[in-house]
Nanobody, 114 residues
Framework: QGQVVESGGGLVQAGGSLRLSCAAS????????MAWYREASGNDRELVAV???????RYADTVKGRFTISRDNAKNMAYLQMNNLNPDDTGVYFC????????WGHGTRVTVSS
């Protein structure tokens, strides 16, 4: 059974940085596209960034130039480096692994204070 576990969330002031990590197990990691989604209070879950299995990356317009997604296939890990955070980035961040079907984590909370 595939599993992904997020970590690295927390409370940070506006302008600060956080690095989220996603540890995968039980899947052939290198075959999977990896993505980060976030869910703000009362809003739908939205795609933040994705890194394809070939390394191609895509970002939501709201995070371009501030967030960087990466992956380490040797460690079965995906990351989201978040810089220059603002209060609109507050939410629960979910890691997603996709190769046909989806594997979701339980999320890690990020709170950005103004």
């Amino acid at each position: 059974q595939g599993q992904v576990v997020e970590s690295g969330g927390g409370l940070v002031q506006a302008g600060g940085s956080l690095r989220l990590s996603c540890a995968a197990s039980g899947i052939i990691f290198s075959n999977h596209h990896m993505a980060w989604y976030r869910e703000a209070s009362g809003n739908d879950r939205e795609l933040v960034a994705v890194i394809m299995r070939d390394g191609t990356t895509r970002y939501a317009d709201t995070v371009k130039g501030r967030f960087t997604i990466s992956r380490d296939n040797a460690k079965n890990m995906a990351y989201l480096q978040m810089n220059n955070l603002n209060p609109d980035d507050t939410g629960v961040y979910f890691c997603n692994a996709r190769w046909g079907n989806d594997v979701w984590g339980h999320g890690t909370r990020v709170t950005v204070s103004s």
